[in-house]
């Protein structure tokens, strides 16, 4: 029994009527090719079942095609959610994904972390982990040692850096805003551990509003949980104890929002006669709570789609222009959905 002889590029160049040049420009996906051409030497590479080597490939176009991933907390909605668009516009461009999950962050975890995507040739990072008191401090200052371009998600801005971000601040203050619009007058908050750059600055969003309301802030209106439903329940209660007045609370995410709208109906208060209640985030499980719950909503998925196309733009000036692309901060503006909670 003979061994299967392996097709070549040079048997689709010759059965094409190409050169092998040509067919090397249809498989980068070149546009020196005419249409008609392409087609046509797809079409026999398909015939032939000739697959390039990944490897042939990526140093042919100075590329990997794998982009390194690090995220964190997928246990939560968000952070699954941006993932999701990360892997779907990956797939669409045609790179493949290194992802590594941190519990934790520090610089002696971190470092190898990074040290590690670069001994995989990774054409980019993108740092989709929250932004945690201080880590993107010192983790900026070990880009230069990198010289792989890095791009984050989901943080305050930075001259140095490319960041792709939800406006949490705007969708907080229209948040704020909506319950001082249907009357509202003692409007709480239930914010997410302020450890986290998201949660500080929905809690500065709300306090935003209602000063420039005239209104009153004070610490007593403010609880914190950690994200979690039992987290919100339990600042509820604990915000009713501090601010009986209470007849409005913005709650940092949806899933705590849920259980605020729990505990009330347990307690006796009739959402939204008593207490109107805005979450943020926009979760699935949110409409069609009882009462459908007025949330912001923020495309998490389209904002880790914007994150890989801009770093894939960046990549692709780097190599075929040899220009040096200016960091960016780019925004996606949430929207206010309003629902039966408020």
Request: glycine content about 6%; proline content about 4%.
């Amino acid at each position: 029994m003979t061994d299967k002889i392996k097709t070549t590029i040079y048997d689709v160049a010759k059965m094409a009527g190409v050169s092998k040049q040509t067919v090397s420009r249809v498989i980068n996906n070149r546009q020196d090719v005419s249409n008609e051409t392409r087609k046509r030497v797809k079409n026999i590479m398909d015939e032939l079942n000739y697959h390039p080597s990944a490897i042939a490939q990526s140093l042919s176009r100075q590329k990997s095609y794998l982009f390194g991933v690090v995220t964190a907390g997928l246990r939560f909605i968000g952070p699954s959610r941006t993932l999701s668009g990360i892997t779907s516009m990956a797939e669409e461009l045609g790179y493949g994904l290194l992802l590594k999950e941190l519990a934790s962050f520090n610089s002696n975890n971190v470092k190898p972390l990074l040290q590690w995507f670069k001994s995989h040739q990774v054409d980019g990072i993108i740092w989709a982990a929250p932004e945690i008191e201080d880590n993107r401090y010192w983790l900026k200052d070990m880009m230069p040692d990198l010289d792989i371009p890095v791009l984050f998600i989901t943080m305050e801005e930075q001259n140095q850096v490319t960041v792709v971000t939800t406006d949490n601040f705007s969708g907080a203050k229209a948040a704020t805003e909506h319950l001082i619009q249907i009357g509202r007058k003692h409007i709480g908050h239930i914010a997410g551990p302020l450890d986290w750059w998201e949660a500080r600055q929905r809690k500065l969003g709300w306090e935003t509003a209602l000063k420039e309301a005239g209104m009153q802030v004070s610490e007593q209106m403010c609880t914190l949980g950690n994200w979690s439903p039992k987290s919100g329940r339990s600042a509820f209660l604990e915000l009713l104890e501090k601010f009986p007045e209470m007849d409005g609370v913005f709650v940092g995410n949806d899933q705590m929002a849920l259980s605020v709208l729990q505990a009330s109906l347990e307690i006796g208060k009739e959402i939204p006669r008593d207490l109107s209640v805005v979450g943020f985030d926009g979760i699935a499980d949110s409409e069609f709570y009882c009462p459908p719950l007025t949330t912001v909503y923020q495309n998490q998925d389209e904002l880790g789609r914007v994150a890989v196309a801009e770093l894939a733009s960046q990549i692709e000036h780097k190599i075929n222009e040899n220009i040096f692309v200016e960091p960016k901060y780019i925004t996606i503006q949430p929207e206010l959905i309003i629902r039966q909670s408020s």
